[in-house]
């Protein structure tokens, strides 16, 4: 009989609705070393959270996290809440002995960041497991990836390019949201999205970006409160009363190029306003001996070009990553028959109860997540100034 | 507090895992007016039964699945089982009065699937509900192209090319399953993925075919007994000893063109030998006024052609279905976010469920099995003979 | 200094305008042994053919196609009218000594396809050379595509799929025209473009179809006779006259199956009601150990699959065919500079002149045709029957 | 009978095959009001030119340009030679009163642009026109591109991501040329590919570039000269001498990122080290209301994405352009006959007849090329400097 792994989840938002899925269906599919259940889900809201449980399937439901994180019954605390708590509460659990799993972004903040990567490092030494939930290193075309890059397979890494592209911003009647103020949200586009752009071309190509220089964007400055009335792309000619409006303080667009400390050259783009893109998150590599694509909305897909086959014979080969040798692939079903988003939070689950019981240090680390935190720092000092290239501070590490 | 709907599972294959996947997942992103609880796990193997129901989440596991159909805490039996055994099962089943859901093939034989249709529309009577498992039919995309041509918006149908390509059994050393005989599987290619070319392409387009003409073939007639020595395409200069072949007596590819009632055309095909095709289930449907394009190997997109358009601007138009209005999306993710092959087994345990709440009749009902096992009978007929017409029985009623 | 090639070409039409291309363009881009000049331009409407042979850069023009085939200063007929009078205008040239390059169809039936080929198989043994204008031949791709399965890159060929999908008919409003005339037209989609899927699926594979089944299918019967009032999809609610009506008298559909002589299979679609696709000439082919498919809408690549590769990295790749290594490409653009539907005019002009310089049979031959033309004819008997299979005449030669 | 127009063109390298093209089918499918003559191909080299002369069809050749642009006989100069050469023939032609087409870059450096310009501006006082050759404005698909934004199909633009990819100089084996040096070639990937970016992606939008942030950066310093021995990628194990190296001293990649004087923000890179990319210019732009994007490998294709649509029904929508509807395409073929590179040519060709027999000033101008260089100008800057931020030239205008 397997020992239980007792998980606390601190957030109920659609993130939370992912984890739960994660941490459900992960041993179902997987053999597990140790068996999770899922006993405490953690929310502010005492009805909110106990629907929530109910629906997602936790036992019990609590709105004191940080009671919570003390209990003896408990090894693991998964943090989904938004990214200007995540530091108190990693903290205290890793501070209690708990195992944490912390949603990205690490933090709002890179000084927020360094301190809970001090106390990760800390905790690992007494054998506690801290990880960062950047899914999308665990689609298995991306894990492909960095695995043929890892292997040689197309050379040096000349150049990246990285892009995330969304458009739900692009109807300057879309209601104002937490998610668009900087005291909340940190930072918009780039914080939300480019952090995952920055995280998986690294992941891929298993660089460091060294130094940055961009800009951001805000394209509508002005957004209707929701509740106020508000008339969309589709009902301009509307008789409603105007609306409320707010101030979006964050960016809509962050364009930024980057060095790598290998010399690669790196473009990225986080974008709310990319019409018609609904979650494109692009990678491709360039190298000395080949190249390779991948595009999150063709997500069971990676595109190899092998530079070193006969001339007449090259071209982007379409590999569909669901044959049992892909990774994470063979616990699931027969070559060609899809996964979707949320099995990266199953495998994520899977990984993370892996590296617990094994004793590896999981990956992404805090200090990857820290590392990404100033990656972005950077940008937006680049963007605030003129432009000019600033480096990534913790380079020299 | 909703009533629980107890729910007995027969079979423990690779299916067994899909439905499992269906009931587990249902109910956590579906409001279902019932919860339905995995109860009862049947297998053969009281071992291999206990440790499905184990991984999987079934309650208990039982090898006697004529006693499990009989007891009064059961209310749902759900039949995963290989097509041979389904007849008695289901019968049985609905006898005792349980609702019955049946993987696809309703049956091996016209004459059983007439016999159990006959049994479903009493039981039916009594407010036992059956229903079969074409999950094709529940990818959103495949359900908005049914609504887009039902709404008219392609005009009247003039042409349908459905196929289901995959290419398992191109290397000629692929080993001799059950499936490759005829006395066990039926059919080959023709039951096993033509039968859901066959089902998506009516069910999509409303449409009935009338008539059929058809050849099967089969291309490597001899496979080497699996334990038995094989070399492989990779391994052509092995040394190992020769193999044991048996005979395979199934088609490898089946080809057929249709009339549909209404006097539209359409083709088929069915390959296991369509080398570099995964799960290429594809449907396109041509009519007066537009065109649709279903491919499986890109389940979240469907393409729409509007022929009403300026001549200048018409093209097939990608809408990648995830948006909140698109059926079943609303329960899941963001836009954008795709989902897998296994959500189609979510949507249908959330229908089976609300068609037993609300006592209407669940489509795919038996009869629409029943008439997809005599189309694939008059293209066996036709294919048998020379190649000629043959009327789909059942026509006129 | 080169000989001259003394060209004169009979027909006018759009094709003229196609070939013309091909000899005036051919020589700037080739080093050709002979150099062809544009000698004569026949036609039927004296006004019309001087325009024409001005425009298109013919030195004269004329309306007798018999004095100018008996012509001492011409050496090659291009003919390029309609099917009906191929016969004896290529028999007349030939007899006269004259090259014959020949549009297709090579003519309406095939008693008269068999006429022609013997008389071109007797001007042969006299030096004179015939060639037939199945120019997607050689489109790049496609000719590469012949190649690389000749070379046994995917093995032995299983399958075949052929469509040439148009939707040119899809308005019922569009006008009636001599193409919708049996007597005039010979046959429908099944001559004009079914030729070409089953010529290029032949030359690919190198195969030849042994039997056929098929439907040939008309789904709008009355056509509006232009300069009579028609509507139109978008005009629905207009107020013009109702128009007069044709018959349409071939098909707009036809669908057939057929069984090489090698035992493959292969499926085949002809429509000009295939509502969105404008040209959509695609073949592809599944074998033993790979699979290739062309797309004359994306005419500059050809994806090919290797199924000897390891498992995890097999997949369609997508060669661009503008390497010089590729067939024809040299003389052109550099790599990734795409060419046209017209080049391949260029190359068959290119093409006949080295046949005549070396003495070479070209290909295809008026036997290749006479072979398309008895395809043709066993689909239609098979269609007028009751869809059984029908033998290709000539198939044990 | 129309009056003839007489070219003499300067340059015989791989973009005078394409101008002898533009110019000898031009006059083929359109009607134009003159009608051109090839009548004078100057060269450097007496024997080359006269082969370079009978090959393309330009009755006499020459290597004496200033004697040719002086001649009476002489009405359009068409100059192909490389850029450094531009400024002083154009100004000497359009100073003897003849028309000027220039290939792009107008010239190597901003201040020659500058002085061209100046004259351009004054011949076309007199009556003379002058055109540029960013010839990627006339493919058909662009140029709808353009109309469709001008008529506000995608609302206001707000982002534009274009590049020009390309692999040639993946292979650090792949030879020295003048290409690569600074001082014949101006600059490497920026003024040769990046040039069509730019000039693309504000041509689209009708959108001018205010100021620009980038880097140049070279992978490959040294190559082989050419004659000495090489390996490359294939042939790493040879056993062939050492070469001789020479320094490359042009940017191999160019990043840049520029705000348009509307407050559009745009993303820019131009590559040779874009592995498996050959020629891959392509532009997106996003707007409020829609989208469009264009990629030169599918060079008859648009997508369009309309946000105006019900939110279930949008999606990017694949245009094919060849219908009679769109620009210079009723000319060539029916509709889904595709075009290649060389026909951009043929419509450059065309409209600068049309431009000479209205007196309309023909566009690209030799102002716009100059705005082109100035942007080149500042991205080196830029780069040169810290990256940040530099004002393009002439912005007040």
């Not at 491709?284 to 694509?293: D, F, K, P, Q, R």
Request: proline share 5%.
């Amino acid at each position: 009989m397997r020992e239980r792994l007792r998980v606390a989840m601190v957030g109920n938002g659609f993130m939370g609705a992912a984890h739960s899925q994660g941490w459900r269906v992960a041993p179902r599919f997987f053999d597990l070393p140790l068996l999770p259940s899922m006993d405490v889900l953690v929310g502010r809201n005492p009805a909110g959270v106990a629907a929530s449980a109910e629906k997602w399937g936790w036992r019990e439901s609590s709105v004191d996290w940080r009671e919570v994180v003390e209990r003896d019954d408990i090894d693991v605390v998964d943090i989904v809440t938004p990214g200007d708590t995540h530091a108190e509460i990693a903290i205290a659990a890793l501070e209690a002995g708990k195992h944490v799993l912390c949603e990205k972004p690490l933090a709002n903040s890179s000084a927020e960041a360094e301190t809970m990567t001090r106390v990760a490092e800390a905790a690992a030494a007494r054998g506690i497991r801290s990880m960062l939930g950047f899914t999308y290193r665990r689609v298995p075309a991306t894990a492909f990836a960095r695995q043929l890059i890892a292997e040689g397979r197309i050379g040096d890494v000349r150049q990246v390019r990285a892009s995330y592209l969304q458009d739900w911003l692009v109807d300057p009647a879309s209601p104002m949201t937490w998610r668009l103020q900087k005291d909340r949200a940190g930072s918009g586009a780039l914080g939300d999205i480019g952090a995952h752009a920055v995280d998986l071309a690294e992941y891929m190509t298993g660089l460091r970006l060294g130094r940055v220089s961009g800009v951001l964007a805000t394209f509508v400055r002005q957004r209707p409160i929701a509740g106020s009335s508000s008339g969309g792309i589709a009902a301009a000619a509307s008789d409603a009363p105007p609306a409320e409006y707010g101030e979006v303080t964050v960016d809509d667009v962050a364009l930024f190029r980057g060095r790598f400390e290998s010399g690669a050259l790196g473009t990225f783009e986080a974008s709310r306003m990319a019409t018609g893109r609904k979650n494109a998150l692009r990678v491709e590599v360039s190298g000395s001996l080949g190249a390779i694509a991948f595009d999150l909305e063709d997500l069971n897909s990676l595109e190899l070009y092998d530079a070193t086959e006969p001339a007449g014979e090259q071209g982007f080969k379409k590999i569909i990553v669901t044959e049992p040798e892909h990774p994470w692939v063979s616990a699931w079903w027969p070559a060609g028959h899809m996964l979707g988003y949320e099995h990266g939070f199953a495998h994520q689950a899977r990984d993370f109860v892996e590296a617990i019981a094994t004793g590896e240090a999981p990956r992404p680390s805090f200090a990857d997540g820290l590392h990404v935190q100033r990656v972005l720092d950077a940008v937006e000092h680049s963007s605030e100034g003129d432009g000019a290239w600033v480096e990534v501070a913790g380079g020299a590490d």
